[in-house]
């Protein structure tokens, strides 16, 4: 592990992710930040935003004013289209990108178009991003400029399910993937994206016949599955701030008993320090993984003996988000995957 510090660039600073990327990195041993970027409050500090924060921070600046020769890592936690149009003059600087935004997920330009609106501006730098949940990408994710860090749902769903697809222990058909989100995972424009009454006290479903994260959902299971998986994936806003926790229903196939499902789960993940798979039937929720990086999985049986039950929990503005950018970045500098997420 190199013993220098690396210098780390934050832009979009004072959105839910970029605060709690500053709140992680801050305390990080082999970190330095030195920009805080944003498009308000030029010249303020960052603790108008978070009080927590350490004192000793930059001042928020204009992206203007950052001399990229200096900065070895960025951390872009902006609006859907614009990391194309930053990496595309940063390409041939001596940094590497890591985005927190869905610019860089998708392999197929026409899907990004069909599920964004937008056209993509950076199409000749995909083949140097790599989509990275970090548990599946740790012997690669070095070769690469580019990091795209998988979103909140799509993390908290292909934790417990891409190494059952892997081995063929599941029926690829009738999966329900039910998954709950706190609202913070709409970012600061939460009632400009939802118009329902009573927002912060009731539950909506929403993205029912078309959710943008499908759209990566399906190419990551493409890479690992000859045959076509078939799955209803439903999301819902819960009426709190963070946290996120999955129920995936699945259809065992014939001769697979769910100790099978729980054994071979268990041994996948035996080396991820932030994956944690629990006894069989254990009841979890989100408690425990609030405010870390960590992912709780529970297998649990059903009264139909044919189905079982995968729970999977995280915080979504950490482990989906902030958290998973920085275990990247670890991966990539030689760190140890939890050092400053303990």
């Known amino acids: 592990m190199s013993k220098k510090k690396i210098k780390i ?8 992710v970029g605060l709690d990327l500053i709140k992680f990195l801050s305390k990080h041993p082999m970190v330095k930040i030195k920009y805080l970027c944003a498009q308000k409050k030029i010249g303020k500090n960052i603790q108008l935003f978070n009080k927590k924060l350490p004192k000793k921070l930059p001042l928020i600046s204009n992206l203007k004013l950052v001399n ?12 859907n289209g614009e990391a194309q149009l930053l990496s595309k003059k940063l390409v041939n600087k001596n940094l590497h990108i890591i985005d927190l935004s869905a610019d860089f997920r998708l392999t197929n330009t026409f899907e990004y178009k069909k599920f964004y609106g937008i056209n993509h501006k950076a199409k000749k730098l995909i083949n140097q991003s790599i989509y990275s949940v970090s548990e599946f990408t740790k012997k690669k994710i070095n070769q690469y400029k580019i990091i795209a860090c998988a979103g909140c749902y799509p ?3 292909q ?7 892997k081995k063929n222990l599941i029926n690829n058909k009738n999966i329900i993937i039910d998954s709950k989100s706190g609202y913070s995972g709409a970012g600061k424009n939460l009632k400009k994206k939802f118009k329902h009454k009573n927002i912060f006290s009731s539950i909506h479903a929403y993205g029912i016949f078309k959710h943008r994260h499908t759209s990566e959902i399906d190419q990551e299971i493409k890479k690992i599955s000859k ?27 014939p001769g697979i008993k769910i100790t099978k499902i729980f054994s071979e789960l268990k041994k996948y993940h ?37 189905k079982i039950l995968i729970l999977s929990a995280i915080d ?13 970045m670890n991966i990539l500098k030689g760190f140890k995957e939890n050092l400053g997420l303990k």
């Open 270 to 306: 035996k080396n991820n320090f932030f994956v944690k798979v629990k006894p069989l039937n254990k009841n979890i929720g989100t408690e425990n993984v609030i405010n870390t990086n960590f992912c709780e999985i529970s297998i649990c049986k059903l009264k139909d003996k044919r």
């Open 316 to 328: 979504n503005l950490v482990k989906g988000a902030a958290g998973q950018a920085i275990q990247n």
């Open 9 to 16: 660039a934050i832009v979009g600073a004072t959105g839910y």
């Open 159 to 165: 934790l417990p399910l891409l190494p059952l697809i």
């Open 155 to 157: 993390t908290s769903i």
């Open 227 to 253: 045959s076509k998986i078939n799955y209803i994936f439903v999301p819902h806003l819960i009426p709190t701030f963070r946290g996120m926790l999955t129920s995936i229903y699945l259809d065992l196939k």
């Open 68 to 79: 990229w020769d200096s900065v070895d890592v960025l951390f872009c936690a902006l609006p």
